[in-house]
């Protein structure tokens, strides 16, 4: 285990609020048991810094704002930790509620929910962002009427090559996969895979094997068990497996989902009853239920293991706090430290 604290980063949501509220800093012991807020950094006037994307190296953190005017924010992260906002770029979509820095570190690429687009921004030398890039509009709908009357993109993902950037679509019940131009950042269509009707595919993550992608379903209350194919970027789903029995439409709701590094086990967050599920991936195509723990707060709306696997922080947005969990090295089942860290409306965390 790591003798070093772990730095945290915290996204969360602002608009309304205290207008220095923002992006939030916080330290943890290795063990989890002690946590410690550091510090804010105020987005304002941008809003709802709401998820945060790393650079290879650290030095730059990319926030996803989710206000009605899509835009990612370029952050300068100091070796002390502290934070100084370099610019904001215009996605040209609204809702911009994820992102991921793809090619190496020279493009980031943004998910407008509302829109239902995917945008690049190119990255340049000094961390800042340079105008929209690449741009892509989602079209179509779904079943569930009351979230699927348009297309929704929820997350963008590099896949494990790095040739791919994967986007997955609430409201079409799709994956898109895109290549994106290393010269000129543009956006190209490369595969998509469709999921089972009203799915309402959220998130997804990779085996480490990179032959296997798991996809949360915010809809169906499931997780599709996927092949990959790394020369198209397609996904065929091989099984759906049941997370929530007897999920209430409009009051449940499945978010974050996690792969331990060794492959050894799938982690889920479900909003409603505010649980935390674990997997094991004894054979990856068939998880296996072992525990499902309570959170300690309301409504976890992300998820994320520690570099070294050992530890669980969960961002629960509606008790205004981040919970930490300590991971059993044998089965995988997480138990909490009694580490709760008072964070405003936390949506993600990066663990440094």
């Known amino acids: 285990m790591n003798e070093r604290n772990l730095e945290l980063l915290i996204g969360s949501y602002t608009e309304g609020q205290d207008p220095e509220r923002g992006i939030f800093r916080a330290t943890v012991t290795p063990d989890g048991t002690r946590i410690e807020l550091?510090?804010?950094?105020?987005?304002?006037?941008?809003?709802?810094?709401?998820?945060?994307?790393?650079?290879?190296?650290?030095?730059?953190?990319?926030?996803?704002c989710e206000g009605e005017q899509g835009a990612m924010l370029?952050?300068?992260?100091?070796?002390?930790?502290?934070?100084?906002?370099?610019?904001?770029?215009?996605t040209g979509g609204s809702g911009t509620c994820h992102a991921a820095v793809v090619n190496g570190g020279a493009h980031v690429v943004a998910a407008d929910y509302v829109s239902g687009s995917v945008a690049v921004h190119p990255i340049a030398a000094d961390g800042t962002l340079g105008e929209r890039s690449g741009f892509a509009q989602h079209?179509?709908?779904?079943?569930?009427?009351?979230?699927?009357?348009?297309?929704?993109?929820?997350?963008?993902?590099?896949?494990?090559?790095?040739?791919?950037?994967?986007?997955?679509?609430?409201?079409?019940?799709?994956v898109y996969a895109y290549e994106v131009d290393a010269a000129s950042g543009a956006l190209i269509e490369a595969s998509r895979s469709r999921l089972r009707p009203a799915f309402g595919p959220r998130h997804l993550a990779f085996h480490p094997?990179?032959?296997?992608?798991?996809?949360?379903?915010?809809?169906?209350?499931?997780?599709a068990v996927c092949a990959y194919d790394a020369a198209t970027g397609e996904l065929d789903p091989?099984?759906?497996?049941?997370?929530?029995?007897?999920?209430?439409?409009?009051?449940d709701f499945p978010s974050g989902i996690r792969v331990s590094d060794d492959g050894r086990f799938l982690h889920l967050a479900v909003r409603g009853p505010d649980t935390l599920r674990t997997y094991s991936l004894g054979d990856p195509r068939k998880p296996e239920l072992v525990s499902v723990v309570p959170t300690g707060g309301r409504w976890p709306?992300?998820?994320?293991?520690?570099?070294?696997?050992?530890l669980l922080f969960c961002s629960n947005q509606q008790s205004n706090d981040v919970t930490v969990f300590a991971l059993d090295p044998r089965t995988g089942v997480p138990s909490a430290t009694g580490a709760v860290l008072a964070v405003p409306a936390p949506s993600c965390v990066i663990v440094r």
């Open 38 to 64: 550091r510090g804010v950094t105020s987005v304002a006037p941008n809003v709802d810094p709401t998820w945060l994307a790393a650079s290879p190296d650290g030095r730059f953190v990319y926030a996803a």
């Open 74 to 90: 370029a952050v300068a992260v100091a070796g002390s930790g502290d934070l100084t906002v370099l610019n904001a770029q215009a």
């Open 139 to 174: 079209l179509g709908s779904g079943p569930y009427v009351e979230r699927q009357a348009g297309p929704h993109a929820h997350m963008v993902a590099e896949g494990p090559d790095g040739r791919f950037v994967h986007a997955i679509d609430l409201g079409t019940d799709t």
């Open 209 to 223: 094997d990179g032959e296997l992608v798991y996809v949360i379903g915010e809809l169906g209350f499931e997780v």
């Open 238 to 251: 091989l099984s759906y497996l049941p997370i929530v029995d007897g999920g209430v439409l409009g009051e």
């Open 301 to 310: 709306r992300d998820i994320v293991l520690s570099p070294d696997g050992a």
